[in-house]
């Protein structure tokens, strides 16, 4: 086929209408409440759109499909949802138009993939399995059945079953996901590349060998309790709305807040809480105390800073900064540490970081002057080539003064996917613990594999090179959401079936294997018979969820019903009865039970309202190595850019989820009506002769390599010289596959090296 015939795996390359605002100083207030209704009503019937709204995270409601925020254990508001909330709901509950057998026959893949990434999300929900035959230029509807049995066709004839991988999305609940993994490993492979690989694999790969736990230690009591909060590299206005309650009640208690990010965001600035009159009315809470833009990939530098200034502090007035009594009792290496630190050079951290000593100084005030401290993180911090180290420099200063495992202090990595944290509880690993295998060999009697899967990136590799069959994916899109797009569509073409178990059209299914499949599942907030799922959200707490709206297609199934259907078909042969696990859930919790640590009594304690805690060896200080944490030591790791290169990171915008493009506008940076704009400091700007609003092409560079994604607007904003942002999945293409964190292969998402070019 021509390439001019083939499904293109990037949105169109063309502009809408680009209008600029003054950025906002602060997040939330009347607009918020407006924009979650415009966006419910546009989606919806005004019965459908609204009723779901009252059950959303309520005790024995269901868990927002949006971030991973917990919600308060004691009393809740009648409406605990936020305005990205509303529209994530407005997506899953749309019943406005539908993508059915009649849409897939009007539209060919083709002309499907020529439209752009919002105009599928307007198209509404998946309703029937469908199926794309080889050399077919159309979907035309399958049989449940009928698809089972391709997958096991497909599956049965491959030579190794590591030649099949099974990616999961976040929102997948804890039973789909514990099934999915089973049946992955008992079909033999551990090939179970997630989302987490591209979000926060960076910061499980840093704490666990340090505080022996790859999840965050604090829990929102802490937050009532806590005299300081920093926040790096996270835009919780956006993308975790219902965090900016807990900084508003912090802030109004006394506790100081300070902003580490590159850009000015509105919802760190200020807060004006949508559900109180005067939020309502505009008046917004300040939050933070220090803000410091620093550069893109500055991180480790300022905390090295941050670091030295608490040394400075304690050998001023000896006893008083560090706590040395925990350092003697909980860590170990801190005088090899301290030896290293002293060694780099405040010019280096300043060259490195672009803060100013002062800055930096006063940042570590905050710190050392708080009897306890949060730290929350996101994918500024993540998605860097050293986010591993950067992270850990992070646990160094919170050893420092023993801030973790104590009230009100502790590591908060801000989790994305609403049970991205749960699924990798439920198994959705490439590297399984010896522990974890060996109980789910016992409880399914059979020896699961042990050779170490393949993640996100080492399965597009495998994929290129003709190596995968069968790619099955639960959730997620993971065409447009990895790097490299175009490396991937080639190796997506090259297997011979391509499975999404999905809600929503997205260009995963428009660019794909020789055959394809589309299976429609229920969302969250869908009733599935009398039946109840479980989540973990970004707190370690596990509760119940349960959809209260009328599914939108009868032919759609659960999530763990069309696992255990596909794996019933695959694994004909084996003695597990999967169907019972798909009619009665219980039965897979009793599964989770006997498998995994800390679900003892689950369908009991799952009823609890709220939920329960999972345990945490870091919150009773019992850390990785003989209960110790060993502090960290790395090297300070710049960069190297030529002058005429900047630093590009990817980011969302306010009308987005991921690859889910709710709208065009990004509210609160100011920007309406377009997304592909680039935002630049204004001295980049005229060094390159870049007018506003100028039509530039991006290339990035690696290895001598250049990869190039055309026709961004040039915006003059408030970022740091030598730093440029741009919106994802649309500069994807950019990211290039082999520039991944180390340790944890996480693409370098935030960090691609770029030119600018006139258009
Ligand atoms: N509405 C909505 N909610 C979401 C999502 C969504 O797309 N939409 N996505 C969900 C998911 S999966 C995730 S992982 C989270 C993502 O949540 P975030 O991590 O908040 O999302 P990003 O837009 O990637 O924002 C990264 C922030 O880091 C800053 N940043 C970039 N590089 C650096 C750096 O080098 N240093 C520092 N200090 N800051 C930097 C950027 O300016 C930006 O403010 O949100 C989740 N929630
Ligand atoms: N350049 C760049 N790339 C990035 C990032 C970045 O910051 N910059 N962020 C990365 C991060 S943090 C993440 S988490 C990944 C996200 O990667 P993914 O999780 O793979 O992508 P999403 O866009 O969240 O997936 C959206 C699709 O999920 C499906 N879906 C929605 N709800 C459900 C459901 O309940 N069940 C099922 N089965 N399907 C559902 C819909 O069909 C929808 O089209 O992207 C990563 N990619
Ligand atoms: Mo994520």
Same mark, same amino acid.
Not at 404 to 408: D, L, T
């Given at each position: 086929m021509a390439d001019s015939q083939k499904p293109a795996p990037e949105n169109p390359e063309k502009f809408s209408d680009l209008r600029l605002n003054k950025p906002a100083q602060s997040a939330a207030g009347l607009p918020a409440v407006t924009s979650s209704l415009r966006h419910a009503l546009r989606a919806s019937s005004p019965g459908r759109a609204l009723k779901p709204w009252l059950n959303l995270n309520q005790k024995g409601g269901f868990d927002c499909p949006s971030c991973a925020w917990p919600d308060p254990d004691g009393h809740r508001t009648t409406t605990e949802f936020c305005e990205n909330g509303a529209k994530a709901l407005a997506s899953e509950t749309s019943n406005r138009n539908c993508c059915d057998a009649s849409f897939f026959k009007k539209h060919s893949v083709l002309e499907l993939s020529e439209k752009s990434d919002h105009w599928h999300e307007l198209q509404g929900r998946l309703t029937e399995p469908m199926i794309l035959s080889e050399g077919a230029t159309h979907y035309k509807p399958i049989s449940w059945d009928s698809a089972y049995k391709l997958i096991a066709d497909e599956l049965q004839i491959i030579q190794s079953p590591n030649e099949a991988v099974f990616y999961t999305s976040g929102r997948t609940v804890n039973e789909a996901a514990f099934l999915y993994q089973l049946f992955a490993r008992k079909f033999g492979t551990n090939n179970l590349p997630d989302c987490s690989n591209m979000c926060h694999e960076s910061s499980g790969a840093a704490l666990k060998p340090t505080i022996g736990i790859s999840k965050g230690t604090v829990s929102l009591n802490d937050f009532e309790k806590t005299e300081a909060i920093f926040i790096f590299g996270q835009n919780p206005g956006t993308n975790h709305p219902r965090m900016l309650s807990s900084l508003q009640s912090a802030k109004r208690r006394g506790a100081k807040i300070v902003a580490i990010n590159p850009l000015k965001e509105a919802g760190l600035l200020g807060f004006a809480h949508p559900q109180e009159i005067s939020g309502i009315l505009g008046k917004a809470t300040p939050l933070t105390n220090e803000y410091l833009q620093v550069k893109i990939n500055g991180d480790m530098a300022l905390l090295k800073g941050m670091q030295k200034a608490l040394l400075d502090a304690e050998s001023k007035a000896p006893g008083t900064v560090l706590d040395q009594e925990f350092i003697k009792q909980h860590t170990s290496g801190f005088t090899e540490w301290k030896e290293a630190l002293e060694v780099i050079a405040w010019d280096d951290i300043l060259e490195q970081s672009g803060l100013k000593r002062d800055e930096i100084e006063a940042a570590a005030k905050i710190y050392y002057e708080a009897e306890s401290v949060i730290s929350c993180w996101a994918m500024g911090l993540t998605q860097h080539s050293t986010a591993v180290a950067t992270i850990q420099e992070l646990v160094n200063i919170h050893l420092l003064r023993g801030n973790? *495992?104590?009230? *009100?202090a502790g590591l908060c990595p801000v989790r994305g996917h609403s049970n991205v944290q749960g699924d990798r509880t439920m198994g959705i690993t490439t590297q399984p613990a010896t522990d974890f295998i060996d109980a789910l060999g016992k409880e399914f009697s059979f020896t699961p594999p042990t050779q170490k899967g393949m993640d996100v990136v080492e399965s597009i590799e495998a994929m290129r090179d003709g190596k995968i069959k069968v790619m099955f994916c639960l959730g997620g899109n993971f065409l447009s959401a990895t790097p490299d797009v175009r490396v991937v569509a080639e190796g997506m073409r090259k297997c011979q079936l391509t499975v999404q178990v999905s809600t929503k059209l997205n260009r995963s299914h428009l660019i794909t294997g020789k055959k394809a499949l589309i299976l429609p599942c229920l969302g969250?907030?869908?009733?599935? *018979?009398?039946q109840f799922v479980t989540v973990e959200n970004s707190m370690g707490i596990v509760h119940s969820s349960r959809g209260n709206l009328e599914p939108i297609s009868q032919s759609l199934l659960s999530e763990p019903a069309i696992i255990a259907n596909v794996a019933e078909a695959v694994l004909?042969?084996?003695? $597990?009865?999967w169907r019972e696990y798909a009619k009665d859930y219980s039965k897979i919790r009793e599964s989770i039970e006997r498998t995994i640590p800390g679900f003892e009594n689950f369908e009991s304690r799952i009823t609890e309202p709220g939920g329960f805690y999972l345990e945490n060896c870091a919150k009773n200080r019992k850390f990785a190595i003989e209960g110790r944490a060993p502090f960290s030591v790395h090297d300070l790791e710049p960069l190297k850019l030529s002058k005429d290169q900047l630093l590009l990171m990817t980011i969302r915008s306010h009308d987005q989820f991921n690859t889910t493009i709710y709208g065009i506008n990004d509210r609160y940076r100011g $920007?309406? *009506?377009?997304?592909?704009v680039v935002f630049l400091n204004q001295k980049d700007m005229e060094a390159r002769g870049l007018k506003p609003k100028q039509p530039v092409n991006l290339i990035s560079h690696w290895e001598g390599k250049q990869r190039k994604a055309n026709l961004f607007l040039a915006i003059s904003y408030n970022?740091?010289?030598g730093c440029a942002a741009a919106y994802f999945p649309e500069t994807n293409v950019l990211v290039p596959l082999e520039s991944t964190a180390k $340790?944890?292969?996480?693409?370098?998402s935030k960090s691609i090296i770029i030119t600018i070019e006139a258009a």
């Open positions: 973790i *495992g104590k009230p *009100g969250r907030s869908e009733r599935d *018979g009398d004909a042969k084996e003695d $597990i009865t $920007i309406q *009506g377009e997304r592909r970022i740091p010289n $340790i944890s292969n996480t693409p370098t």
